[in-house]
């Protein structure tokens, strides 16, 4: 991963945060993407760049992007991350935070997989991208506008395959409950639920996605794409 330019979406907090601490620690250039940069700023490296974009708004992607065309950088890899979770039932749902919700965990993924993929596809440059998906898009969420936004990345993950290849390959995670400030919005009685279900009796960390995250970006998962990998302490058992 050395030479591995990757951008990192919702890099400012959380798993975000650990997949570019981790990132860095390989030796890659990090391009890291969030609407504040302030948990960044603890980290110290020349390789890290923080870039203000919000993942909802396709102008300021493209923006982005144009802005990397500039500098004539070109990534090589992607984490589609940021994410959003209100933790409500359906019955209390905007259409406003409905948007909110679509815009930022699905469209988001697709407009940076979008721009990301033009670029290294036209170089013919091999790339990999890991989408941060959940366990709520296989089994379901108590927010089903949640569960339907990671469901619907699932799929986008499997049909970008057929787009790209054999240029870039596309994988997912699917956590079940990390700690993180995400869970603050997890009904205390789903998260006790959640937690009771668990195989492992020892609370999955950012870290721990990171490590996921950075053996799908690599060279050791060079024949893994469009995989859906589970990373919940054995919480939800699928075939
Ligand atoms: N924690 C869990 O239990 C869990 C389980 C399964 C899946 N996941 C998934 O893992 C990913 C990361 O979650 P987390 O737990 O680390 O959440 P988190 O601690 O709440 O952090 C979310 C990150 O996303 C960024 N973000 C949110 N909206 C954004 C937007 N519109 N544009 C740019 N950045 C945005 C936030 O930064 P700013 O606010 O500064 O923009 C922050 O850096 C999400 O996709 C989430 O759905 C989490």
Same mark, same amino acid.
């Given at each position: 991963?050395?030479?591995?330019?990757?951008?990192?979406?919702?890099?400012?907090?959380?798993?975000?945060?650990?997949?570019?601490?981790r990132c860095?620690?390989?030796?890659?250039?990090?391009?890291?993407?969030?609407?504040?940069?302030?948990?960044?700023?603890?980290?110290?490296s020349p390789?890290?760049?923080?870039?203000e974009?919000?993942?909802? /708004?396709?102008?300021q992607?493209?923006?982005?992007?144009?802005?990397?065309?500039? /500098?004539?950088?070109?990534?090589s890899?992607?984490?589609?991350?940021?994410?959003?979770?209100?933790?409500?039932?359906?019955?209390?749902?905007?259409?406003?935070?409905?948007?909110?919700?679509?815009?930022?965990?699905?469209?988001g993924?697709?407009?940076?997989?979008?721009?990301f993929?033009?670029?290294?596809?036209?170089?013919? /440059?091999?790339?990999?991208?890991?989408?941060?998906?959940?366990?709520?898009?296989?089994?379901?969420?108590s #927010?089903?506008?949640?569960? +339907?936004?990671k469901?619907?990345?699932?799929?986008?993950?499997?049909?970008?395959?057929y787009?790209?290849?054999p240029?870039?390959?596309?994988?997912?995670? +699917?956590?079940?409950?990390?700690?993180t400030?995400?869970? /603050?919005?997890?009904?205390?009685?789903?998260?006790?639920?959640?937690?009771?279900?668990?195989?492992?009796?020892?609370?999955?960390?950012?870290? #721990?996605?990171?490590?996921?995250?950075?053996?799908?970006l690599?060279?050791?998962?060079?024949?893994m794409?469009?995989?859906?990998?589970?990373?919940?302490?054995?919480c939800?058992?699928?075939?």
């Amino acid at each position: 991963m050395k030479n591995a330019v990757v951008i990192v979406t919702g890099a400012s907090r959380g798993i975000g945060y650990a997949i570019v601490e981790r990132c860095l620690k390989e030796g890659c250039q990090v391009l890291a993407v969030s609407r504040k940069p302030e948990g960044l700023n603890q980290l110290k490296s020349p390789n890290l760049h923080f870039w203000e974009v919000d993942v909802s /708004k396709r102008d300021q992607i493209q923006s982005f992007f144009e802005g990397l065309d500039q /500098k004539k950088i070109i990534a090589s890899h992607l984490v589609n991350n940021a994410g959003i979770y209100f933790g409500r039932p359906l019955s209390v749902y905007t259409d406003e935070a409905i948007d909110d919700v679509l815009n930022t965990n699905l469209k988001g993924v697709i407009y940076f997989t979008q721009y990301f993929s033009e670029r290294l596809m036209k170089q013919k /440059k091999r790339g990999a991208i890991v989408n941060i998906s959940s366990v709520s898009g296989i089994c379901g969420s108590s #927010d089903p506008i949640y569960g +339907a936004s990671k469901a619907a990345v699932n799929g986008f993950t499997k049909s970008c395959v057929y787009n790209f290849s054999p240029w870039i390959r596309v994988n997912a995670i +699917a956590p079940g409950v990390v700690n993180t400030d995400m869970i /603050k919005a997890i009904p205390e009685h789903i998260l006790k639920k959640y937690r009771s279900s668990e195989f492992i009796d020892s609370s999955t960390e950012p870290k #721990d996605i990171a490590d996921a995250t950075l053996f799908l970006l690599s060279e050791q998962s060079q024949h893994m794409t469009g995989v859906i990998l589970d990373v919940n302490n054995g919480c939800y058992f699928r075939s």
